[in-house]
């Protein structure tokens, strides 16, 4: 398994951008589907996007579709999560997670980061 810190969280107000990482460790990082989730208090953990190994290919769930873009970069082990346009609906611990194939759901992902919060005021 791959290990997962996030970072890049914090407080912003509605309207503004933050840009979260997530470090692995291991040398197969490259060889991992990398995914982002986020949990809100009192909520299910909820998928927010996906990005294959090679980077091609990036799924988003609808509410995040232009405003959110996951990225990666294989050579420093690192996701990354711009977020523009937040919302106050958007604050939430947001995950990291890697997976050895593309997926949607929480139990598709065996690797965990601890979540960075985001927190964004209205």
């Known amino acids: 398994q791959v290990q997962l810190v996030e970072s890049g969280g914090g407080l912003v107000q509605a309207g503004g951008s933050l840009r979260l990482s997530c470090a692995a460790s291991g040398r197969t990082f490259s060889r991992y589907c990398m995914g982002w989730f986020r949990q809100a208090p009192g909520k299910e953990r909820e998928f927010v996007a996906v990005?294959?190994?090679?980077?091609?290919?990036?799924l988003y769930a609808d509410s995040m579709k232009g405003r959110f873009t996951i990225s990666r970069d294989n050579a420093k082990n690192t996701v990354y999560l711009q977020m523009n346009s937040l919302k106050p609906e958007d604050t939430a611990v947001y995950y990291c997670?890697?997976?050895?194939?593309?997926?949607?759901?929480?139990?598709?992902?065996?690797?965990w980061g601890q979540g960075t919060q985001v927190t964004v005021s209205s």
């Open positions: 990005i294959t190994w090679s980077g091609v290919r990036r």
């Open positions: 997670a890697a997976a050895p194939e593309m997926g949607r759901q929480a139990a598709d992902f065996p690797s």
